[in-house]
């Protein structure tokens, strides 16, 4: 992957010249392919059900369809969102909610997707909410996640619904209704603070914010970012961190993993034992993982294909 143009020193540069250049060189090709790598490794560490929020400014219609396609190939489940944001005017914001609506009515599994308040006319924010609304389903938006979205507390606070997924929250000032999606891995990444998601009144689920899919590597991180702010803290609420999760995604508390190791269950032993890998995985009554391997698709193939889309992305960069 090229260099960014500019060496980013801080949030905003990170998203201006690292993630929005990325989402705007995206196909549909390469979200395909992107989508079944994604899958195929979360599958592979366990992981049954994928919450995903994406954005391809060029690519938007029907986006949310093939990652939906490439999740079922793999044979896990997706509950999908478009990011709609006002980056790209007022006719890109429009077709991120249009690309919504489109999935969810066609009986896709999904929410209304805002990339964060502050890239976001208040017009923009009320129509996503408004939609979510009709539509019977949650806002999965980005809220407060470096200070320059710090206004996002007042901005959502008469708009926010207990259905909402409210994701990062470092610098939210004030209690919104929703689940909050602690991402202690990617706050790290981005330099942008420690969420303290242990203080807030809302339920916690864990999410990895797009770096990987296993699960159990983020429980471990979220209990060593928790211990350091609290010497006193145990495992077994990072760990309520990860299992809430069933709440986004209650069939998924039926699938069965049997992992590599006798004690998966336990908090403080998984805490501090890494390299936990599936044998078995079965999601739905279907053997989806066996022994270690995808039974569904050829693992060896997406990995190739993913790597030539990888390439047609980089270049584009």
Known sequence: MPAPPRRPTNFVEILEQVWWRLDAALDLEMIRWSAMLGA?????????????????PNAIEGSLSVIADACAAVG???????????????????????????????????????????????????AAAALAKELGVGVHIHVAEG?????????????????????HCVHLDRDLPGTVVHNPRSNMNNAVGYAR??????????????????MLEEFRLAYARLREDDVEAEPALAWTWLTNGYMIAP???????????????????????????????????????????????????????AAEQARRLFARL
């Open 40 to 56: 195929l490794e979360a599958l592979e560490s366990g992981t049954t059900t994928i919450v995903d929020h994406h954005e391809s």
């Open 76 to 126: 896990v489940r997706a509950t999908l969102a478009y990011g709609v944001t006002d980056r790209h005017g007022p006719d890109g914001a429009r077709r991120g909610l249009l690309e919504n609506e489109r999935f969810v009515r066609a009986g896709g599994r999904g929410m209304v997707g805002v990339h964060a308040a502050f890239t976001c006319s208040d017009e923009t924010l009320e």
């Open 147 to 167: 200070e320059v979205d710090r206004a996002a507390g007042w901005r959502l606070e008469s708009l926010a619904a207990p259905d909402w997924l409210l994701v």
């Open 197 to 214: 998601p242990a203080r807030r009144s809302n339920p916690v689920v864990l999410g990895t914010d797009g770096i990987g899919g296993d």
């Open 251 to 305: 069939e998924a508390a039926g699938d069965m993993v049997v992992w590599d190791h006798s004690h998966a269950d336990d908090a403080w032993w998984m805490a501090f034992t890494p390299g936990v890998r599936p044998v078995d995985v079965t999601i739905g009554g279907e053997q989806v993982l066996h022994d270690g391997v995808a039974t569904r698709v050829d693992g060896a193939e997406i990995r190739a294909k």
